[in-house]
């Protein structure tokens, strides 16, 4: 029998009220046991979609000029509700995605950590960047005006909620987040994953929208399919800019919406990364390969590898150390298990991915954990192959979405180099190394410098600090 929650209403909230949908249903579902979850969502069609951007274009010129501590008050009342309402949303979220509490208690905390970051920000004003040149009517031959400059807010956003973070990156994230932050209203579509936990965080929202008083075009949360409602929302000419996380597939899909319309619009979209790490001979000669692999193995199968910053793709030097290492991490992943993952279909992928990197040429399978006991949780791998290999197939550079990784060796700096430079853009890259390594990083790392947006040094790409130096993006 299906699960019901009692409180769920299953339609889109739009400008702080409650709709129905035209255009069907959709239910989310347990992806440990399959199990359909209650209740079933309406899916918005685009004559409705229009009363949600209509709203938002309505809220702008109020909500662009919020005085600082009103606005800043707003963010922190979003962070009071969705903490108010952390346990039903927490429950909510398990059923839905199959993670564990304790990991959605820390994105509870940093999705409310978020909004109180960007609500600092937003008392403090140095966002805006305010420049101004003084006049200097005394100046020969010609004097200077008084010049001031500000940035100001784009217009309505649409913000588009990511598989794996069902709160940090969906409909109070990073994205929805920084669009309030910068005095732009949003309209959010719901991933349809997690429909209920979405619901339960886009009423903390609109309820903060109501207590600060304000248009209530500020938010709406829309439920539609992505391949219609989400490229109307982008094609829509009253959304300005548009934030997205999610597969490169979709993402390009909705580039290329937002570079074909009469105005084009900029696209803000983290899609796929494999996060490369990079051992030097040095860092295996010196270090407890033991621990390193076991470090290495729960960067990959944390979250079931379904973190953005999961490392895909480690090179790791040819010779005795790094045959060593690559002993240690069969040993370390054998007793793993396999964890469940977001969703079926997030499975099916990750499968398919894995069988087609096991079936090119020059790869072979070099450690694999055990299946886990519940529905969608495969059992993790790691492959490998030569770096000239890995330059000549394409299909090598592909992210797998899940706990897999592709071990690449190499015999020279100048193949090292070779590879970087074949890399797409990523997310992060990390390097493993001590002060003997030094040289030959030195090497890499302008190549690195241009490829990705973060470098890490002797750790793990996976966890991102909220904080004013972090970089979470491409190069």
């Not at 909620?161 to 932050?181: E, I, K, R, V």
């Not at 390193?292 to 790791?316: D, M, N, R």
Request: net charge negative; charged share 15%; proline share 7%.
């Amino acid at each position: 029998m299906p699960t019901q929650h009692a409180t769920l209403q299953g339609h889109s909230i739009i400008a702080g009220e409650t709709l129905s949908g035209n255009g069907g249903t959709v239910n989310g579902f347990n992806p440990a046991t399959n199990e359909t979850l209650e209740p079933a969502y309406s899916l918005i069609d685009s004559s409705q979609l229009k009363a949600a951007t209509a709203a938002a274009e309505g809220a702008f010129d109020s909500f662009r000029t919020l005085e600082p501590e009103t606005h800043g008050a707003f963010l922190d009342g979003i962070a009071q509700r969705i903490e108010a309402a952390g346990d039903e949303i927490v429950d909510r979220a398990m059923l839905e995605t199959g993670l564990p509490e304790p990991r959605l208690r820390g994105e509870l905390a940093r999705t409310t950590g978020q909004l109180r970051l960007f609500a600092a920000v937003v008392r403090q004003g140095d966002h805006r960047g305010v420049r101004i040149d003084p006049a200097i009517p005394e100046r020969t031959p010609m004097p200077r005006a008084d010049i001031r400059q500000r940035k100001v807010p784009l217009g309505p956003v649409g913000v588009f909620g990511a598989s794996n973070f069902p709160l940090a990156f969906s409909t109070a994230g990073g994205d929805t987040a920084s669009a309030l932050a910068a005095g732009c209203p949003v309209v959010f579509k719901a991933h349809n994953a997690h429909p209920g936990t979405s619901e339960i965080v886009g009423r903390a929202i609109t309820e903060a929208v109501q207590d600060a008083g304000l248009h209530p075009g500020v938010f709406s949360l829309i439920y539609g399919p992505g391949s219609s409602i989400g490229q109307a929302l982008v094609a829509d000419p009253a959304i300005k800019a548009v934030g997205f996380t999610g597969s490169r597939g979709a993402g390009t899909a909705l580039m290329a919406t937002a570079a074909a319309r009469p105005e084009p619009i900029p696209v803000y979209a983290e899609m796929s990364s494999i996060n490369p790490v990079i051992f030097f001979e040095g860092a295996l000669r010196s270090s407890d390969l033991d621990e390193l692999a076991k470090a290495y193995i729960a960067s990959v199968t944390g979250s079931s590898g379904q973190l953005c910053t999961s490392p895909g793709l480690v090179f790791v030097p040819t010779g005795d150390a790094g045959d060593s290492f690559l002993a240690a991490v069969n040993s370390a992943l054998a007793p793993s298990a396999g964890q469940t993952m977001l969703t079926r279909g997030i499975a099916d992928s990750w499968n398919a991915g894995v069988e087609a990197l096991g079936s090119q040429e020059g790869v072979e399978l070099v450690a694999q954990g055990t299946k886990g006991s519940t529905e969608n949780a495969p059992a993790p791998a790691v492959f490998g192959t030569q770096a000239e290999t890995f330059l000549n197939n394409p299909v090598l550079h592909e992210e797998i979405f899940g706990a897999a990784s592709l071990v690449v060796r190499y015999s020279s700096t100048e193949e090292l180099v070779a590879a970087a430079k074949r890399l797409e853009g990523q997310l992060t890259a990390t390097l493993h190394l001590t002060e003997a390594d030094h040289e030959t990083a030195a090497g890499v790392l302008p190549v690195l410098e241009r490829k990705v947006g973060r470098i890490l040094v002797n750790g793990w790409p996976t966890g991102v600090e909220v904080g004013h130096a972090m970089v979470h993006g491409g190069p």
